[in-house]
């Protein structure tokens, strides 16, 4: 699994940040302090980390520097938005500087851009029986291929990404149609009764009442 850092002394931005990526299927630590983050970074392995530049003790530039020597990549997440701060973020070898107030989808997709820059992504996963081989969008379930159209496996993907979760249609529809949803949930449906039958997930993907649908997995 994913493991990324967060180092935040605002609490409200921390869980925002940590809940979204905890959504998306990271796994996250989050520190209020540099010293606090320098510690984690010294006893645990991450494969990015999100760092505020004004925090308590150790600043983030100095928290860089210890990330750099681990060799791993670094997004500042800050309220410094004047351009000097910028520049000497990205100079000191920050993959990303977003500046805040942020909107949470773009520090998403910024994520996921640094995390495929360092090939830090899922090539294949396993699960209830089929292989899923992420690059080649390909399914198979022992010998047989499932045949799946873009939407369909994009809808598997975050399926599988977000097991045992109840996910609102409406999570569901932005996240793989990627535009807002007006409320067509037989859109959602469709698609979901088409993987289901087709992945043999009739079992596991189950309706949950009023919200969506929920990817069962012991
Ligand atoms: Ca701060």
Redesign the pocket.
Known sequence: MIRILIV???EAIANLVRMNLVKAGYECHVAASGTAGADRLAECQYDLCIF????PEIDGYELLEYAKGMEVPVIFLT?KGETPDKVRGLRLGAEDYITKPFDILELMARVDTVLRRYRKTEQELDVCGLHIDIPSRRVTKGEQEIELTYKEFDLLLLFVRNPNVALYREMIYERVWDSPYMGDSRTVDLHVQRLRKKAGLEQEIEAVYKVGYRFRRK
């Open positions: 935040e002394d605002e505020d530049i004004m925090l309220a």
